[in-house]
């Protein structure tokens, strides 16, 4: 087993790739019964420091229909100078330049250790990136001056090449002209009218002069004034203007009538900056940063009326089917992301406010571009002003961490075909040979596009084993998959990455024990959770459940060994033991259940569960909890009610929060304040440990996490009752030895009945 | 009878008392025209001897004069200083024997005379169905020595009028001898006859009012005459006369000239012939025109002469009416500022009518009106519908309720009654006036308008003395003045908020034309200094008035100018399809406090916007932007638009070019009058709702619609100025100055007026720039103290005597302060049983007033010619209804009008002839419906000399005489070429240069030491440091402060291409696009009445 869990830690440190399984059952019936799809998470852009990227372009399967590209599982003929394509078996010809291959001069992409390579495309011309800033007005005081001081600071982390340009609203929209010195000049448009991209160009004058942007001039890396638009303008060239400009931002100067809210404009804002780059850099790397401090409020893509005493829609409204804007501002996001994504562009959402903002209904626009998502509680906190910070963090090479316009194709050997999708993308309907008839995710299509693309967004990509039962794979075959991301680089090269990975198939009846022991527990649950929630963004969140429950009563019976109707011999090797707990956690989290979160907040969960890496996705199933006391060394600990203890200081991870819990004696020490006393420096040193340890975490993550200091009693502290397994409750208290954790005063079930309930049925022969 | 009236006022004339009398009955009664015309001068001479006397001047200027005609083709000028060879006395003949004639006229019906024989005369009827006979009269004229001359005039003449006069004097002689051979004979004869037998009586009559007789004269013989002979007469008078105006055989006329001088003798006749057309028209050759007819006898034998000169055998002198001797606005003009103009008008008395317009007069408000707030096209209306309608007189009043008065006079007092508002009828709810009648002691009163009792409340009551007026009626506006203002009370303001200090949008067309032209630079230069000149209340230290900036081409652009910026923001909406406003706060700001922002804005906008390419411009939305705004800071405003093109971008509003002149004399014509689209209307509609009041400024190179773009500053109550092709360097003073005083002027806004009346009348019909929502209410989103209503009224019941009519003018109003106000305007006319009391109470300027602007109106929706007809028909069936019911017995052949209406036929030809319902070729469409526009909000004082421009010589009366110098007829003959001459309307200015001007005078004036060195077109006088150059520039300053618009200065020279456009106001001529003469209008008018007696 060992030696699988390190092929797959060392094929993903490699590839960016984790299947659910790694030795692949070989028929399609076989593969339905494993219950767990035949699924992989993929890192398109997995940061490979040791990869550097080759300056030529792939070498293309001729076939039309393939054009897979030529990689390590090739059969090459090196004096025939041919090789042959893995997936569809044609013959190539070398192109001439690798005349002079041999065995011992081979290509890159030939070796090995390259299944995963990148291409830099020297063709065409590198367009700058560009970044359109879309700015709420109508905010407090102190949070628009926060929010002006961060996007000032933005300006001196851009490519002084870079294009930006700014977009204010509140009752009104005002698209701001950058070039002009003196009088600063600005478009606005109402706030309530919906436009297309048409008139939003004729209106901005962008028709005429957008004429001679179209053909894409060859490479001139200086930058044109007359080529972009007035609109979007080199950073380097209005830096100073744009500063000033940033400066007088007022607040929207609407008045505002009692029991009213601002009125707010965002449909129409959004529609205006999509329809602006469209207009203007179509197929061209671009972000739209949106920030916005509360709900909009008129117009297309209203989200709630401007009478405060009708609050904002909750999920009991949805289920009452009370939310009246809901249906119609989704649809206007949803077709403005879609366009957005159609041009490659992304859409970010920076929402900070103490109410909902509305990004039930907006979440498409990130979600379908590959934009991020922020929600915080104000700009003016360091989980935004960090954040967004974190945003134009560079890697080792002085590069964003960001690419845009990113395609991703999938290649398949003939016996699989790739069902769908699911992850911060949308399908180019790309119909194959490789393309499924049974959809999992965003299926129909085999490639997708990724408009903007971090290095830690994963997908994950669902096949189909289509090998008939009667047709077995030849022992020792093995299945391929080519994935294909061609993307803009943040250095503004086109670039190609592609991943070449094979697994053996394996004989069901024969090998199960190989394909047991390939299982991949915790690629799985996330993929399974991919599934679930992707399910639940379109489903009702019982059904997704029983789904969910039904599954993991399967794979237990596939793969238990037990006696029938006896629960107490259930046993599960090691290579499936978590997977129950993860789905028990995950039956809990904010991403199936929305009670005790607002429409916003689930979507919120939802957006980054869809894109972040394994590890993280893991996390935020099944949260980290590490305890800190005397006793010894910091130790992770159960998550679990048991693990709150008087004497102890916990630190819990949940992805989103980052909890520091006090135990009840630690907290009396800490009032008491012993950490001051110079005798008692070691419990200083004990409070400060998972101080540090909380803030490397919040360092790294992105976005960045609440952070929480609180303890026993503390209000706060129900961000960790709420995520602990209630082994104790109000209900079972008094069974359990008094000094052990601390009870939770709720009715959901704990781990031990939920895993006593799964024995059960997996050993029922009823279902 | 004409007399009576006339006489009262007239005495000044002299001789008139025996004239009057005279002369109607005589006058009309039968003299036959030509006798007639000799006799009236016998009759001023009549007077004198010195008629007799005159004679021989007459003579030598008759030849004089008739060399000028000859000379004719129109060139007045050389007429003149042919004249002043002839005669010395030319000039002075001019304008004494204009003198002499006008009082004539004044007295009599002046005209009386000549129109008699004119007019008596079928045949001038028959000319106008002749004129195709032009021909034959080019060749009569042909005939004619001036034959060559003449032949081309014919043809422009066309019209029958000319010819008829020519043809009275004429007829018999020649021409008919020759053409209509038959009708000339049996024609003749009874001319010959007529012409004597008149004569000779009319002689005899002279002492007494003979005068006119002679115009009658003409009747008689015309009856026989017919229309043949008009046409034949033509020849001598027809020809002569059209060519004279109209054309010009100038050159021919030269020769003519030469012969004048000659003339003396013997060639005068043959002048006279020719020059009928002249000789009438002219100053000069009047007095030797008349000398050979006043003299009939001598004439006659002068008419031998002729006769034989032509050649043929029938000798009667062509008589003609005498321009002198028709009625003479100048004159009346005069006269009434003798009489009137010293004493101030009190208005005390129920109506009184006042001085006319022309006169200056102060006014002592005793419980009326003052004439500048009302003026009543009678003021004495007849007790009952049915006089009415018999007179046709139709019953309207002027208002200007906010008339700016000479600082001599105070400005209503204001009235505040604290919370409970003003006092006002509980039923009909007309406002306390001094006309209330308090009763049972004080405690109650009756209302003046509808009879109801009312309670006074408590804090109102006062004690009644012992004649029952209130012990506090003096104390006490409103019951004693007859214009006064309240308090308004918050009842009174919309939504019941007082209202917010208005605010002045600036909305600048920054398009390619508006750039180019200078005109975006000028303005935002101009703008800077003149913000501090923002109106501005009583005693206020800054204006309350916030000020917004705009610039469009095909989007707009607002300014964000708030006084916390460092710079101007510049918001561009292009979404004009579904305008709005981007911002509010810093949009409408106090000038004071935004200073800083607003000189930079100024500073850039030329700079921002000069390279633009953009032509295409909006108009609506820019409207609709300007309107939201004001509504979005819940206020009033003005919005002042600079727009230079055809708004044809795409948006609402958007016009094509519809510029049609095929549709001219069609029943299409309307449609040029008439807006493109309802859009304005609505859009019109809503900006009055928001008290939102649009001055266009329009700056043209072609044809913009200004039917169209007008309509929401007509709808608003706002202005519109036009200049076309706009230069900076040409125009620059007179837009500047338009501007200054457009927007310094004092304004109301959101404003209703309501005219309530006696029982019994009722306001039925209004005139001028607001809109209407309902049949009583008046809305004005602005008003202005030069912008007017016009009122007709009709009867709805009886009136009587013993209470006459009142009439109470309500206007409540913002002030520029943002006060809330009412303006109340009194006014209390008699009632009459009599219709002879009706046409002694008229004011024919008041009269003119309405029936232009009711003319106006009409071609919105009938044919032009339809309009015309109905406002010859009505005229004639006012001064029909005079001649039957008031006029004591005469001849039918007479015209006879009303004192109080005699230059009711001058005027209103002068409206036939105006742009709107004449135009001529060189009128633009845009130029007739801005004048449409324009005329509609004049008062009468405009509508008076935009019609009958005032032509001021400058060099006639002595240089240090600095008073301003006596009009003088708008007719080329009193042109004299040796002279310079200001002609002026309210709208244009000229200076016409004669061509024989002295070389001094031309170097004094100009700078330059020849006539022919005088720039044409020139538009500013140097500045010269001599009497004369002073005395000339101080007048033009003069004449441009009287008007409300700035009036630009083109310097014309005699014999010039431009001179053309400067005949155009010679109102009394034939025009070039057919308008008849006055003379010939006389007569047309004259038969027009008497086909109604008949």
Known sequence: ???????????????????????????????????????????????????????????????????????????????????????????????????????????????????TIEYVVQRGAPSPLIFLYVVDTCLEEDDLQALKESLQMSLSLLPPDALVGLITFGRMVQVHELSCEGISKSYVFRGTKDLTAKQIQDMLGLTKPAMPVQPVRPAQPQERPSVSSRFLQPIHKIDMNLTDLLGELQRDPWPVPQG????????????????????????????????????????????????????????????KDNARFMKKATKHYEMLANRTAANGHCIDIYACALDQTGLLEMKCCPNLTGGYMVMGDSFNTSLFKQTFQRIFSKDFNGNFRMAFGATLEVKTSRELKVAGAIGPCVSLNVKGPCVSENELGVGGTSQWKICGLDPTNTLGIYFEVVNQHNAPIPQGGRGAIQFVTHYQHSSTQRRIRVTTVARNWADVQSQLKHIEAAFDQEAAAVLMARLGVFRAESEEGPDVLRWLDRQLIRLCQKFGQYNKEDPVSFRLSDSFSLYPQ?????????????????????????????RQDLTQSLIMIQPILYSYSFHGPPEPVLLDSSSILADRILLMDTFFQIVIY?????????????????????????????????????????????????????????????????????????????????????????????????????????? | MNVNQSAPPVPPFGQPQPVYPGYHQSSYGG??????????????????????????????????????????????????????????????????????????????????????????????????????????????????????????????????????????????????????????????PPLGQGHPGAQLPPRSVPPQASSFTPSVSGGPRMPSMTGPLLPGQSFGGPPVSQPNHVSSPPPQALPPGTQMTGPPGPPPPMHSAQQPGY??????????????????????????????????????????????????????????????????????????????????????????????????????????????????????????????????????????????????????????????QF???????????????????????????????????????????????????????????????????????????????????????????????????????????????????????????????????????????????????????????????????????????????????????????????????????????????????????????????????????????????GAYQTLAKECVAQGCCVDLFLFPNQYVDVATLSVVPQLTGGSVYKYACFQVENDQERFLSDLRRDVQKVVGFDAVMRVRTSTGIRAVDFFGAFYMSNTTDVELAGLDGDKTVTVEFKHDDRLNEENGALLQCALLYTSCAGQRRLRIHNLALNCCTQLADLYRNCETDTLINYMAKFAYRGVLSSPVKTVRDTLITQCAQILACYRKN?????????????????????????????????????????????????????????????????????????????????????????????????????????????????????????????????????????????????????????????????????????????????????????????????????????????????
Not at chain 2, 400 to 412: D, G, I, V, Y
Not at chain 2, 511 to 519: E, I, K
């Open chain 1, 582 to 610: 993860f789905m028990f956690h995950l039956r809990r989290s904010p991403f199936l259940q929305v009670f005790n979160n607002s429409p916003d907040e689930s979507s919120y969960y939802r957006h980054h569960f869809a």
């Open chain 2, 31 to 188: 003299q036959p025209a030509s006798t007639a015309a000799p006799t009236p001068y016998g009759a001023y001479n009549g007077p004198v001897p010195g008629y007799q006397q005159t004679p021989p001047p007459g003579v030598s200027r008759a030849p004089a004069s008739s060399g000028a005609p000859p000379t004719s083709t129109a060139q007045g000028p050389c007429g003149q200083t042919a004249y002043g060879q002839f005669g010395q006395g030319d000039v002075q003949n001019g304008p004494s024997s204009g003198v002499q004639m006008q009082r004539l006229p004044g007295s009599q019906p002046f005209a009386s005379a000549p129109l008699a024989p004119v007019v008596s005369q079928p045949a001038v009827l028959q000319p106008y169905g002749p004129p195709p006979t032009s021909a034959q009269v080019t060749a009569q004229l042909a005939g004619m020595q001036i034959s060559g001359a003449v032949a081309p005039a014919p043809p422009t003449s066309g019209l029958g009028y000319g010819p008829p006069t020519s043809l009275a004097s004429a007829s018999g002689s020649f021409p008919n001898s020759g053409l209509y051979g038959s009708y000339p004979q049996g024609q003749a």
């Open chain 2, 439 to 677: 009763v049972e002691g004080g405690r109650r009163f009756q209302c003046c308008f509808c009879s109801c009792i009312n309670d006074v409340p408590p804090q109102y009551f006062q004690h009644l003395d012992h004649t029952g007026k209130r012990v506090d009626a003096y104390d006490r506006p409103e019951l004693s003045l007859g214009s006064y203002e309240f308090l308004a009370t918050v009842d009174y303001c919309k939504n019941n908020k007082f209202p917010v200090p208005p605010a002045f949008i600036f909305m600048i067309d920054v398009s390619y034309n508006a750039v180019r032209s200078g005109l975006v630079r000028l303005l935002c230069e101009e703008l800077k200094s003149l913000l501090d000149f923002l109106p501005r209340e009583g005693g206020a230290e800054e204006s309350a008035i916030r000020v917004g900036f705009v610039t469009y081409n095909k989007v707009l652009h607002f300014y964000n100018v708030k006084s916390s910026l460092a710079q101007p923001q510049m918001m561009v909406v292009s979404d004009v399809g579904d305008m709005f406003v981007p911002l509010l706060d810093g949009f409408l700001v106090n000038v004071n406090e935004s200073r800083a922002v607003i000189t930079s804005l100024l500073d850039q906008i030329p700079e921002m916007f000069a390279d633009t390419r953009e032509t295409e411009t909006v108009f609506a939305p820019v409207i609709q932007a300007g309107m939201e705004a004001l509504k979005a800071a819940e206020c009033a405003g003005k919005l002042f638009l600079f727009h230079t093109s055809l708004p044809i971008a795409e948006a609402p509003g958007k016009l094509k070019n519809r510029d049609d002149r095929k549709l001219i004399n069609t029943d299409k014509e309307k449609t040029l009058f008439q807006p493109q689209s």
């Open chain 1, 662 to 767: 006090l135990g009840e004696t630690i907290a009396q020490w800490r009032k008491a304040g012993y950490q001051d006393m110079p005798e008692y420096e070691n419990f200083k040193h004990l409070l400060q440990a998972p101080l540090d340890d909380a803030q490397e975490i919040l360092q790294a993550r992105f976005p960045m996490p609440r952070y929480i200091h609180t303890e026993h009693g503390g209000s706060q502290a129900r961000f960790l009752l709420s995520k602990v397994n209630p082994s104790q409750t109000h209900n079972n208290l008094y069974a359990w030895g008094q000094e052990t954790g601390a009870p939770i005063l709720t009715d959901d079930v704990s781990l031990q009945v939920f895993m006593d309930h799964l024995k059960k049925l997996a050993v029922s022969s009823a279902c």
């Open chain 1, 260 to 319: 009213k809210r601002p009125l707010r404009s965002t449909g129409v804002a959004l529609s205006i900056a999509v329809g602006l780059l469209e207009g203007t850099f179509p197929n061209t790397g671009a972000r739209i940063m949106l920030f916005t401090g509360g709900p909009p409020t008129q117009g297309p893509g209203m989200v709630v009326g401007d009478e405060l005493k009708v609050p904002i829609r909750s999920w009991h409204d949805i289920e």
């Open chain 1, 1 to 115: 087993m060992a030696t699988y869990l390190e092929f797959i830690q060392q094929n993903e440190e490699r590839d960016g790739v984790r299947f659910s399984w790694n030795v692949w059952p070989s028929s399609r019936l076989e593969a339905t019964r494993m219950v767990v799809p035949l699924a992989c998470l993929l890192t398109p852009l997995k940061e490979r420091p040791d990869l550097p990227p080759v300056q030529y372009e792939p070498v293309l399967c001729s076939r039309p229909t393939c054009k897979a590209i030529l990689n390590p599982l090739c059969q090459v003929d090196y004096r025939a100078k041919l090789w042959a394509c893995n997936f569809c078996f044609q013959r190539n010809q070398f192109p001439p330049a690798y005349a002079g291959i041999s065995e011992v001069n081979q290509p890159a992409e030939l070796m090995p250790q390259f299944s």
């Open chain 2, 886 to 1094: 008031c006029a004591s017995p005469s001849s039918a052949g007479q015209l006879i009008l009303p004192e109080c209406m005699k230059l009711l036929p001058v005027y209103l030809n002068c409206v036939l002839k105006s742009e709107v319902l004449q135009p001529g070729a060189e009128v633009t469409t845009d130029d007739r419906a801005y004048v449409r526009q324009l005329v509609t909000s004049m008062d009468v004082a405009e509508t008076n000399v935009f019609f009958y421009p005032r032509l001021l010589p400058l060099t006639k009366s002595p240089i240090e005489n600095t008073t301003e110098p006596p009009a003088v007829r708008a007719s080329e003959e009193r042109l004299s070429n040796g002279d310079i001459y200001l002609l002026e309307n309210g709208l244009n200015l000229f200076l016409w240069v004669g061509a024989s001007v002295q070389q001094g005078v031309v170097q004094s004036l100009f700078g330059v030491s020849s006539f022919s060195q005088i720039t044409s077109g020139l538009s500013v006088l140097p500045v010269l440091d001599n009497l004369l150059s002073k005395k000339v520039r101080g007048l033009i300053d003069s004449l441009r402060a009287q008007r409300s618009r700035y009036m630009k200065l083109i310097v014309v020279k005699q014999e010039d291409k431009l001179e053309m456009l400067f005949k155009h106001f010679l109102v009394e001529d034939k025009s070039l696009s057919g308008g008849a003469s006055y003379v010939d209008f006389l007569c047309h008018m004259h038969k027009e009445i008497r086909q109604l007696l008949s």
């Open chain 2, 279 to 436: 000789q009438l028209q002219q100053n000069g050759s009047f007095g030797p025109a008349r000398g050979p007819q006043s003299n009939y006898g001598s004439p006659y034998p002068g008419a031998a002469t002729f006769g034989s000169q032509p050649g043929p055998p029938q000798p009667l002198p062509p008589k003609r009416l005498d321009p002198d001797a028709i009625p003479s606005p100048i004159q009346v003009i005069e006269d009434d500022r003798n009489n009137r103009g010293s004493e101030p008008f009190v208005t005390g008395l129920r109506g009184q009518v006042p001085p006319l317009v022309t006169t200056n007069f102060l006014v002592k408000d005793q419980g009326n009106a003052s004439p500048r707030y009302i003026r009543c096209t009678s003021y004495n209306i007849p007790c009952t519908s049915d006089m009415a309608k018999q007179a046709q007189v139709p019953l309207a009043a002027v208002i200007k309720p906010l008339a700016r008065l000479p600082p001599e006079e105070a400005s209503p007092y204001v009235v505040d009654h604290g919370e409970s508002g003003p006092l006002r009828c509980n039923r009909c709810k007309a406002y306390m006036c001094p006309f209330m």
